[in-house]
């Protein structure tokens, strides 16, 4: 699989805002660990003014960045080998 950082990392996220949406997470603990969209909110206001899909989208989204970035730099090092 050519891109497996990108859908591991994609399925992470979505396992994390699942499991926040389902309720398991009452007091969003795991989603203030895990997602970066959440760190940065909170460094410049409240996570309580932002509407939970948008942060969930932007959640997904930077995982899905991160497996991308972790991709391209694997093929590109299997690449020159």
Known sequence: ???KATFVMT???IA???FNYSGLDPDNIFLFMF???VW????VGD????NVFVV???TVASYALLGRIG???RLRRRARS
Do not use: A, R, V
């Open 1 to 3: 699989m050519k891109y």
């Open 11 to 13: 399925l992470f996220g």
């Open 40 to 43: 940065l909110i909170e460094i």
């Open 35 to 37: 997602s970066i969209p």
């Open 56 to 58: 969930y989208l932007l």
């Open 47 to 50: 996570i309580h003014y932002f």
């Open 16 to 18: 994390l805002c699942l």
């Open 71 to 73: 991709d391209y730099y």
